[in-house]
Nanobody
Framework: VQLQASGGGLVQAGGSLRLSCTSS????????MGWFRQAPGKEREFVAT????????YYADSVKDRFTISRDNAEDTVYLQMNSLRPEDTAVYYC?????????????????????WGQGTQVTVSS
């Protein structure tokens, strides 16, 4: 599975951005997707996750009610709509994928759960 993230940029506080992550490769059976971010000098942290069919989502408390994760499986793309951005949202954002296993949970928060990672896209929010 290969992942390509895009959509980052510079935005003022209160503004919006939409990140995209396109997957390719062996995704038969479905893949769960997640977004993580890493600010300078900090560890990579969980932002949001969505199950293989879009039926389940979960967000970090810090982004709940501001960010929305969604997916278009026909386009093999996952989105992260980010509204009401704050300077503390500044980070490199990474998308990640985990192959679905029927009968197992469908939302994953830990970095270690994900076996595939994109290259990251920079989001900078100015005050």
């Amino acid at each position: 599975v290969q992942l390509q993230a895009s959509g980052g940029g510079l935005v003022q506080a209160g503004g919006s951005l939409r990140l995209s992550c396109t997957s390719s490769g062996r995704t038969v059976g479905g893949i769960h997707m997640g977004w993580f971010r890493q600010a300078p000098g900090k560890e990579r942290e969980f932002v949001a996750t969505i199950s293989w069919n879009g039926g389940s989502t979960y967000y970090a408390d810090s982004v709940k009610d501001r960010f929305t994760i969604s997916r278009d499986n026909a386009e093999d793309t996952v989105y992260l709509q980010m509204n009401s951005l704050r300077p503390e949202d500044t980070a490199v954002y990474y998308c990640a994928a985990k192959k679905r296993r029927p009968g197992y949970p469908s939302t994953f928060l830990a970095l270690s759960e994900y076996g595939y990672w994109g290259q990251g896209t920079q989001v900078t929010v100015s005050s």
